[in-house]
């Protein structure tokens, strides 16, 4: 199985930038369709975007579609989301997490169809 393990949260003013990063261990993450999502106090957890194995397709939110960029370097075994011109409500707690492998990925917006989860990130944004 692969370890995921978030990195890149702080506290940041309305407007700023965030990169976060999501190194994988244990197995290669090469085999691995990888998502973010996010939760914010008292709210479900939200669907941000995804990643195929091999960078070829990525999927996003129609919300915040256009501020968030996903990537991957599957040679440092992680997987990047850079968040632009961030709100208040972009305030949550961001995990990163993969599917069961080897799947055909059509970035699926469920939490219940990825396997592994990191233990998450704090993105607090002030206004």
């Known amino acids: 199985q692969v370890q995921l393990v978030e990195s890149g949260g702080g506290l940041v003013q309305a407007g700023g930038s965030l990169r976060l990063s999501c190194a994988a261990s244990g197995r290669t993450i090469t085999t691995y369709n990888i998502a973010w999502f996010r939760q914010a106090p008292g709210k479900e957890r939200e669907f941000v975007a995804g990643i195929s194995w091999n960078g070829g397709r990525t999927y996003y939110a129609d919300s915040p579609k256009g501020q968030f960029t996903i990537s991957r370097n599957n040679d440092e075994s992680s997987v990047y989301l850079q968040m632009n011109s961030l709100k208040p409500e972009d305030t949550a707690i961001y995990f990163c997490?993969?599917?069961?492998?080897?799947?055909?990925?059509?970035?699926?917006?469920?939490?219940?169809?990825?396997?592994?989860w990191g233990q998450g990130t704090q993105v607090t944004v002030s206004s």
């Open positions: 997490a993969a599917d069961a492998g080897w799947t055909l990925y059509s970035g699926s917006n469920s939490p219940r169809d990825y396997r592994y």
